[in-house]
């Protein structure tokens, strides 16, 4: 079983069976699956059954009906934009690159019926010294985060707080690149599950007028004071209500779903 629900895993025999099955069209008999996937050639029925039921426990994109395992996809194009559940999130970190970088702070706000409704927010002891440059840019330095929680003191909290939302950051690569570092260090081969729209992304294609997509020049477009800018709780606040008056945008060009804001070609 995987450790949380919004955890899938990165495993090589997870991956060739999502493979399979999507060149399938979603579903394969399990006895395909084994041989295939596991090498195994012409297994038992049986065999094949338990085999997959072990490896579906570990991602819950996988289950078996009967003697066939099916892919579950969430399908986006379902997924209203009014109606979804967003965690507008941001990292600090020690450096730009994850190995060996490490986050030293979170900030996130929970995004509901277009209104920020909770908060997350905490130091991070990256277990590493962090560079002048960096506490310079952050203003986050090695005494501040000497006796914070490691991040795996607080994993579990922050995998609770996002549970199923779709995340949102500005330059979210960046940022879903080093929360999955994190969540593979303590979990193997996994990472989380949730949809991620990037405002960097959103803002030039709703915005491609502006100078450019900063998080503070895009703040300023909206009127949002951004004080603090590199703190995490600060730039998700910004971006919380940055990301807020973008669903608006998406509204006035007819943008409904989930699906077709990640694409942004509108």
Do not use: W
Not at 78 to 96: H, R, S
Not at 110 to 126: F, M, Q, S, W
């Amino acid at each position: 079983m995987a450790p949380y629900p919004n955890l899938i895993s990165e495993s090589m025999l997870v991956s060739e069976t999502i493979q399979l099955l999507q060149s399938f069209g979603g579903r394969a008999p399990a006895v395909k699956v084994v041989d295939y996937v596991m090498k195994i050639r012409k297994p038992e029925p049986e065999l094949a059954i338990l085999l997959i039921s072990d490896l579906i426990e570990t991602d819950p994109r996988l289950r078996i009906n009967e003697d066939t395992v099916e892919l579950v996809q969430e399908d986006l194009a379902q997924k209203k934009l009014t109606e979804t559940d967003y965690v507008v999130f941001d990292l600090e970190t020690t450096g730009a690159k994850t190995p060996p970088c490490r986050i030293t702070e979170i900030g996130a706000y929970r995004v509901k019926n277009g209104a920020i409704t909770d908060e997350y927010h905490t130091l991070v002891n990256p277990e590493s010294q962090i560079p002048v440059f960096i506490s310079q840019l952050t203003g986050i330095t090695d005494q501040m985060v000497r006796h914070a929680p490691k991040f795996h003191e607080i994993a579990a909290d922050f995998l609770d707080f996002i549970s199923d939302s779709v995340l949102v950051a500005h330059n979210a690569h960046f940022d879903m690149r080093f929360l999955n570092h994190e969540i593979g260090r303590i979990f193997t081969d996994y990472r989380v599950a949730n949809p991620h729209l990037c405002t960097v992304q959103l803002s030039r294609r709703l915005l491609p007028h502006i100078q450019n997509h900063r998080l503070n020049t895009v703040a300023e477009y909206y009127s949002i004071a951004l004080i603090n800018h590199h703190r995490a709780s600060e730039d998700a606040r910004a971006t919380a209500h940055i990301f807020v008056n973008l669903l608006e945008e998406l509204k006035t060009r007819g943008i409904r779903d989930l699906a077709t804001a990640k694409k942004c070609k509108f």
